[in-house]
């Protein structure tokens, strides 16, 4: 665990002063913005604020061995690392407090996420890529702590997918897998799974990565003796340091106050990982947190005096002057005039970015108090009116909400009149919601040409001879021709590579393309995933492989957290187009049933939830995402595998529509919808009921997430006036979504003569065995009986009561 002193070149005295004087102007840099974004959350301009403040040296040195090409996935407290890159200025740093809505002012999210979340853009405004070797990245950050890790261990596993799987075109993603993916995280972070699980897996793996773990020995208010076995996590970890005989970790130790030896550290632990794939981890001690966790609350309640003393003492940037002058690089007197010039232009950045964040508002304040006092003047309610005006007009430094709020209610005073004011009121505020509404709800999917529900639809083509296969075999050969069309396609997961998949969907396809394209993992979800996203946001198209979809629970975090929100948190200057496949409904048991759809649509907006009902409809989605760059969620029937299905001969041409239903049989009496395995006994149900004179039409949901985008089911209830919808999930869960949608959204209710009703799965989980299923999920009889006795309702005379 010694840290290599060698340095990659030798340089005169004059350029290591101006080094060192550069590194120090950044350094009290980020911290005068800290400091001053403190008291703008304080004196309420910003909601809240958590800063990079007392880990600012080590980040100068993690920049320092940063190359084009390389990627950070790291948390909240990386500003000195951003502005050492040039990726982040302080009036940026300022925007992004005051969450300015404009991209081009606040470059991190558009106000979309707090402050202290940091990226850089990898697309071009049509969503193609940039050429990222050419630019240092930083993947997009999420507040969740240890969120980070997963992605990370896809960031460097790339690296490794471009280094040694021929026939990818690497031009825009990689120069030869020489690229780093450098993590960051809190001490006190280390303690959560994922960090745990991406630490194994990246030691499995042998991935180039290097993750600096930020000790100040707290965690929030909680000391590390709450946190961390030792109390230090180098220590407990060093069982997974290599040795000769042992693949594993390099780690390395080193003060955050000390200047040299932390650019010692991380260039050998670049060149570690850059050169040999070894991941590498560097535990960043005696650090120190000048302004306790965040705005929420002050680290005098939980700090004694003798630390708030030692850390007033050790505080790196405190340090690194102390050395400086030592050294006799500058005077005291040089840097504090350095000082000074640096609060300044802080202090007139701070001021310039509220200004530019107020200046839109104030137009809009000032557009309305003029339509505002024309509507009065013709209005009995002037006096009202005139009111909400003043009040307005009061706010001297007005939000978007003050605007909104003032404008909705003034309408209240006008209505049923019919003035040209009061239109030119109506108009602006319209105008002004939707415009606004905009800023804060776009690109939760992609807004280019290659979304997902623009790819047409083509229909699996048969010819007389073809052939009745089982529904896995249609997969196993789609995924034959999907992975020959598209060298930078992918998969892995448990059991998926040298067996197959559990179902053998894969059969074979491991010995033909590779145990790295086709690859098992460990058993560990969230660290798949993570694989997945990582490698997604640097071009290559994975699929991540969750063995029953009972089991995404475990990685349900950085699917909602860190995929789902990617798109949309950074407007549109990211993508990971990752294709999760699994499988569920049927198979009974409480952990082994698969249908807890009500969860996931709405956790996972942001993603395509796909639930073919047969392989063939699988098979055609996967084809549809490939042409596509956004990340879904595939659930193939875990029944369907064996089933007979006549094999299309255009494998890896068809595409199944996204959003888009299909009526499987046509009806007269009542529609009912469903999707997945419930399908086939829907249908069964429906061919029993037409032996007592009711004819059901079928509709298969296919995609949940989006629901029916062309309205069809609406035609349908045109048509029969009944609404059954039926699915596994438990009460109020996916089939309530649905109905929702067709019957709010799509307006149905005009058509229906009878109560729109649901059924589902019992509200408990489904117990074990054909009879514990039978009981616990919909059958055929529960379907036959629920629309016999809608039926009824409606015409008892026809169809007397049942039982």
Known sequence: MDVSSKTSNDISFDDFKEQIISDYKVAFLSRSCSLLGRKEVLTGKAKFGIFGD??????LAMAKSFRNGDFRSGYYRDQTFMMALGHLKPKDFFHGLYATTDMEKEPMSAGRQMGGHFLTYSLNEDGSWKDLTKQKNSSSDISCTAGQMPRLLGLAQASKIYRNVSGIDTSKFSVEGNEVAWGTIGNASTSEGMFWETINAAGVLQVPMVVSVWDDEYGISVPAKHHTTKEDISKILSGFQRDENHKGFEILKVKGWDYTALMHAYENASDIARQEHVPVLIHVTELTQPQGHSTSGSHERYKDDKRLAWERDNDCNKRFKEWIIESGIATLEELESLEKQIKRSVREAKKEAWSEFLEE???????????????????PNKNFIVRLKNDLIAIEEPIKKDIASTARKSLRYLIGETSAERQALLKWTSGFLEEEQTKFSSHLYSENENNATKIASIKPSYTEASEQVDGRVILRDNFDKLFEKNPNALIFGEDTGAIGDVNQGLEGLQEKYGALRIADTGIRETTIIGQGIGMALRGLRPIAEIQYLDYIFYALSTLTDDLASL?????????????????????????????EMGGLIHLLRGMYILAPRNMTQAAGFYNTLMKSDEPALVIESLNGYRLKEPKPNNLGEFCTPIGVVETIKQGADITLVSYGSTLRIVEQAAFELQEVGIDAEIIDAQTLLPFDIREDVVKSVEKTNRLLVIDEDVPGGCSAYILNEIVEKQGAYRFLDSAP?????????????????????????????????IMHEANPNDYPKLR
């Open 54 to 59: 007392g880990k600012e040296l080590p980040q």
């Open 361 to 379: 508002n104030q137009t809009a304040k000032k557009s309305l108090v003029h339509l505002l006092n024309k509507a009065a003047s013709k209005s």
């Open 567 to 595: 798109l949309y948190r950074t407007k549109g200057k990211q993508k990971a187009p990752l294709i999760v496949r699994t499988r569920g409904h049927r198979l009974e048991g409480i952990w082994h049933s698969g249908s």
């Open 757 to 789: 009703q649901t059924l589902t799965a019992r509200a408990h989980r489904p117990a074990y065995g054909t009879d514990g299923d039978y009981f616990s999920k919909p059958n055929s009889e529960d379907i036959f009986e629920k629309v016999y006795a």
